[in-house]
């Protein structure tokens, strides 16, 4: 199966499991961000302009099917995903830890995010609710999300570069 | 190129009417992952089933406690309840009193499935398996047997978006069923579980333990969303203050909003004309 039909095939059922599944695990007023961390996941494995493709795939299949408004989802995740990306090609290559503070990081910029564009469109956008009720659950699901998932992407998609069987390479000054 | 998309796509729906080519779309999308979220409802469904087992066995003990207590109170209720509601339709014929549309009498109701919880920290909102096939329309009321859920905010051609009480656009005219005090009960934006009863005037006699019914008013121009009598809630605290000619009212809401499984939508039996 060609990388895009695997990616496509994760990014349609993670948007429906989180429609589903997902959004009715909580933690205070948090709920457990699976598309987000799939997309960190994707985006990390694969690149940037994967994750970004990914990112706005899966948040506008979200949208549409939680009738949410167009275009939120799919603006944030398009930037996480893309974001992601970069570190994963830069300074997060090949770091244990790399899927686990990309997700700490993303889960806090993708509500902030949220929050501004819901505050500038004239939406309600309780602060307090976020910071005290839902990002402290919301980062605890996401973690325990992380491992998994990321293992799950991995064996799906395989990592970038994986596909040439090159032995790694380095460089001794 | 994508965030120019996605930027087009948010402008272009949130300025669109719900009728617009956009929503429509949605709607349509909707009907089509549809089936695919009923498949994985289904499938969770056995898991959630069994954490509400092991989480119902935990409690059981001290919940049959207080059920039985309870029970003893409701039967006290239902019979001083049967003979208030003889002795109202009776006067109500000796008066020829005129009624609006009547809660649960003047609706027919569609049973449906909840194939959506809330998302997110902000959106309020389900998705429910039934749409304009089943003659839903914006605005129409949906509750539980426990009392108020929401309105139809907007409809597809088999799911429709149902907004919360709980979302802080939630508004709804009310009134306290011991003491007739009427108010807006609303959501507050700090974004806390309990509902707020506004514009209740501070010599109004309400306490807590009232329980606060939608009032269901009606004008030639203007009328409440909701039918009169579905229960909201009970009031949980009474505050008031030396410059505020309101009370401070709060009111936790009688449905449980986090593990709705299935709703009802009352649908007015005397509606006509097209969506």
């Known amino acids: 199966m060609s990388l895009a039909l695997k990616t496509s095939a994760i990014v349609f059922i993670a948007a429906i499991l989180q429609g589903s599944w997902f959004d009715a695990i909580s933690l205070g007023y948090g709920s457990a961000g699976f598309l987000l961390v799939v997309v960190v996941s994707l985006a990390l494995l694969r690149g940037s302009v994967l994750g970004a493709v990914a990112g706005f795939a899966a948040g506008l299949l979200f949208d549409i099917s939680t009738y949410g408004q167009l275009g939120i989802t799919s603006l944030l995740l398009t930037l996480a995903g893309f974001w992601t990306g970069r570190y994963g090609e830069t300074t997060g290559r090949d770091r244990v830890h790399a899927p686990f503070l990309s997700v700490v990081v993303i889960t806090v910029l993708y509500e902030l995010g949220g929050l501004t564009v819901r505050f500038l469109i004239g939406e309600p956008a309780p602060f307090s609710r976020l910071v005290v009720g839902a990002l402290p659950g919301e980062l605890v699901l996401n973690l325990i999300l992380t491992a998994p998932v990321y293992v799950l992407c991995r064996w799906m998609v395989g990592r970038r570069g994986d596909e040439l069987g090159a032995p790694e390479v380095r460089v001794i000054a | ?275």
């Open chain 2, 1 to 275: 190129m994508l965030v120019l998309l996605s930027l087009a796509l948010l402008t272009v729906s949130f300025r669109e009417s719900s009728s617009g080519p956009m929503h429509r779309f949605q709607g349509y999308g909707s009907a089509v992952t549809k089936p695919f979220q009923v498949v994985a409802d289904r499938i969770a469904k056995p898991f959630k089933d069994g954490y509400g087992w092991i989480h119902g066995m935990l409690k059981a003990k001290s919940e049959n406690r207080r059920m039985q207590k309870e029970l003893e109170n409701l039967r006290q209720q239902r019979a001083r309840q049967k003979n208030a509601e003889v002795e109202v339709a009776h006067l109500e014929r000796l008066l020829n009193y005129e009624h609006t549309a009547r809660f649960p009498q003047d609706y027919r109701s569609v049973n449906t499935e909840v194939i959506t919880p809330p998302t997110g920290a902000f959106e309020q909102t389900i998705v429910i398996a039934a749409g304009q096939n089943r003659d839903i329309r914006l605005n129409d009321t949906v509750v539980v047997d426990a009392g108020l859920v929401g309105l139809i905010s907007q409809v597809g051609p088999t799911t429709s978006k149902v907004t919360l009480v709980s979302d802080p656009s939630f508004a709804a005219s009310a009134r306290d069923l011991r003491t007739g005090a009427v108010g807006i009960v609303r959501h507050p934006a700090s974004g806390s579980n309990v509902l707020i009863l506004d514009d209740v005037k501070i010599d109004q006699k309400v306490k807590a333990g009232d329980s606060i019914i939608t009032s269901g008013w009606r004008r030639p121009d203007l009328s409440s969303l909701y039918p009169a009598r579905i229960s909201i809630g009970t009031i949980t605290s009474v505050n008031q203050s030396d410059v505020d000619p309101n009370k401070l009212i709060q009111v936790a809401p009688s449905v449980d909003l986090s593990s709705l499984y299935a709703v009802v939508v009352l649908i007015p039996k005397n509606r006509i004309g097209g969506p």
